[in-house]
């Protein structure tokens, strides 16, 4: 069956340091695959997309991998602050057939200070 | 601005009873989707639709109708609202379907009593 997973215990780190959250999935063929940022009670909001034929994307002080071997996004905030605690969500579209983008269930960070 | 509403923020309704959320964008996208939010189960498809006067089930469709008479306006109704946890209902649009990043509602909380 499909799966995306994202690690479902919270990570927390300390404020400076780099937080890695992953993305795993099966039996799928993203694509692309997108990072979004959900704080409590409010919708999630877009930040970076990566193609499958791209190994890497920047964007600030954010940074994504894209591994279609491994099936797996790694998710880079370096320098973290508080202000980055929130839930990240990935997403993927699969390529072909029914094109519907799905989300994994998240992973809420913590950064302190 | 631009950007997409969803109202009211919370809602409640007696169980039995039909409940229509609403949702507009004026960021002239062509797609709209609605989501369900549940704790641990990510967000999951219920309608989307790719145009005016059409759209299409996802995966929790059932219990759930749509329409999309205008392309600003993409309501949901809860037919035979059930006692459940309160769930958190999260509307979104898009360029096009499946093809970029999704803008997303603050959402609505229903608790059904």
């Known amino acids: 069956s499909q799966k995306i997973e994202q690690n479902s215990e919270a990570l927390n780190i300390q404020e400076g340091k780099t937080a890695t959250l992953t993305c795993n999935y099966t039996n799928y063929s993203p694509a692309y695959l997108q990072w979004y940022r959900q704080d409590p009670g409010r919708g999630p909001v877009f930040l970076l997309l990566?193609?499958?034929?791209?190994k890497e994307k920047r964007k600030e002080r954010l940074k994504v991998t894209f591994d279609t071997t491994l099936k797996q996004s790694l998710f880079h905030i370096t320098a973290s602050q508080p202000a980055d605690s929130a839930t990240y969500l990935c997403a993927l579209l699969n390529s072909g057939g029914y094109q519907k983008v799905t989300f994994g269930t998240g992973t809420k960070l913590q950064v302190i200070p | 601005d631009g950007g997409i509403t969803q109202s009211p923020k919370y809602l409640f309704r007696k169980e039995g009873q039909n409940v229509t959320l609403s949702c507009e964008q004026n960021l002239n996208h062509d797609a709209m989707y609605w989501y369900r939010q549940d704790p641990g189960q990510g967000l999951r498809l219920i309608y989307y639709s790719q145009i005016v006067n059409d759209f299409q089930k996802g995966d929790i469709a059932e219990g759930y109708s749509v329409s999309r008479e205008k392309k600003e306006s993409f309501p949901l109704t809860v037919t035979s609202a059930q006692k459940n946890p309160p769930a958190f209902y999260l509307c979104a649009s898009s360029l096009g379907q499946g093809n970029t990043e999704a803008f997303f509602g603050q959402g609505t909380r229903l608790t059904v009593v």
């Open positions: 990566i193609r499958e034929n791209e």
